[in-house]
């Protein structure tokens, strides 16, 4: 940890300060959709919720999900290989104005497709593909039956390439392992008075990728109440399913005031950040920060907030879903950082993970989890880039930036 705290500032830099401040938004269009008919797979409906019980202060959740396929040919869904869909579930909670993921499972991997009409009139076809306006169910039974959940590490969310069967094994027993795992003090409605809940799921699947140029819309999400006093709690649905959008969209829908940006990733998927600084109660400003990546697989290791150099900042926080039963990545947390530039008079907030160079397992915000970030200012809030930095190499920049409020 010490070695990378003393390297830090030159892995923000990457070359001049001012220079990377004087940078725009660095992002390329992803590829356009072929003429030629494509499937378009999306979640239809999150219809299904299970509690499958507690364990040491954690308990586990998943959810059911009907995709449809509201593209112009069939979506392959073939078993016992690496051409059909996984399915990722996440849960998330807005809570005093702090919009965090609580918790990840393993990914569901697709067996077979059936024919129905949830989403439109269903052309169908056998049960290895899912037929052009059909839709497939899944129940919460079967998206949390962990001896058929395989790693997020082994999915690469920008092609939807995957190894199969998958090469990462580890234990099934008990109630928690592979599925939505959740720290009960975080849901548990005595602690957590005003809070709002939603549940969020994923597709991933080679034929309807990101770098095919649509498979940006193949997440929902649906809100969720928990209820009793003892864990693990009851869970119930509030509203219906807000199709293709992903979870962090709820932050806006609930608090228009809220920003939400987009972050191209060049030759890769996407990441968003979502924003929104408000006067506190006590003087100063509240700043909260949302980093969410949908599908990029170069994923994220910093994030850098420009600041003034006379502003005094306090209460930093920093939040992240942690991976479980036997994944590869690490869950160290990631440490902050106020301070200069090296050589530039530019003052930053700043938090960082460890490097890929370093560990390629190391604590990155990969695809489908989002990271969360706090902190108060005492200065009001003005238009500034704040920096992302790319985990993996790859080609394009290391740094890209999104213009949002900050206390500067």
Not at 54 to 61: A, D, I, M, V, W
Not at 365 to 370: E, K, V
């Amino acid at each position: 940890m010490m070695q990378t705290r003393f390297l830090l500032p030159a892995a923000l830099l990457g070359g001049s300060c001012l220079v990377i401040l004087a940078l725009g938004l660095q992002a390329q269009p992803s590829s356009a959709p072929s003429a030629a008919g494509y499937p378009d797979v999306i979640v239809g409906d999150i219809h299904d919720l299970m509690v499958h019980g507690t364990s040491n202060g954690q308990s586990s959740y998943s959810f059911g999900s009907t995709s449809c396929n509201i593209g112009t040919s069939p979506l392959n869904w073939i078993a016992n290989t690496n051409d059909h869909p996984v399915i990722a579930g996440n849960l998330y909670r807005l809570k005093d104005g702090r919009f965090e993921q609580l918790g990840l499972n393993w990914l569901k991997h697709g067996f077979t497709a059936l024919n129905g009409s949830l989403c439109n009139t269903c052309q169908p076809t056998s049960g290895s593909s899912l037929g052009v306006g059909c839709s497939d169910p899944y129940s919460a039974w079967l998206n949390g039956f962990q001896s058929d959940l395989g790693a997020r590490s082994e999915v690469n969310p920008y092609t939807g390439m995957f190894p199969y069967p998958p090469v990462l094994g580890g234990s099934v027993s008990g109630p928690l392992a592979r599925r939505i795992v959740v720290d009960n003090f975080e849901v548990d409605p005595a602690l957590n008075s005003g809070a709002r809940y939603f549940a969020e799921i994923q597709y991933i699947t080679n034929d309807d990728s990101a770098a095919l140029g649509h498979g940006f819309n193949n997440v929902s999400w649906r809100e969720i109440s928990f209820t009793g006093t003892n864990p693990p709690y009851n869970m119930s649905f509030v509203g219906s399913t807000h199709r293709e959008e992903s979870a962090i969209q709820a932050w806006k829908t609930i608090d228009p005031s809220v920003q939400i940006v987009e972050i191209p990733v060049p030759n890769d998927g996407s990441m968003f950040l979502a924003y929104k600084a408000s006067a506190a109660p006590g003087g100063g400003w509240d700043y909260d920060y949302t980093l969410y990546n949908r599908d990029s697989d170069r994923a994220a290791r910093a994030i850098a907030i420009p600041v003034g150099g006379s502003t005094v900042l306090s209460n930093k926080l920093f939040s992240d879903p942690e991976y479980h039963s036997g994944e590869v990545f690490v869950n160290t947390d990631w440490f902050d950082y106020e301070g200069l530039y090296p050589g530039t008079t530019q003052k930053v907030m700043a938090w960082v993970g460890g490097s890929f160079a370093a560990n390629p397992n190391n604590n990155a915000l990969r695809w489908g989890s989002a990271y969360s970030f706090h902190v108060h200012a005492d200065q009001a809030p003005t238009f500034g880039r704040v920096g992302i930095i790319l985990f993996k190499p790859g080609s394009g920049p290391n740094i890209l930036f999104a213009a949002a409020d900050v206390p500067q």
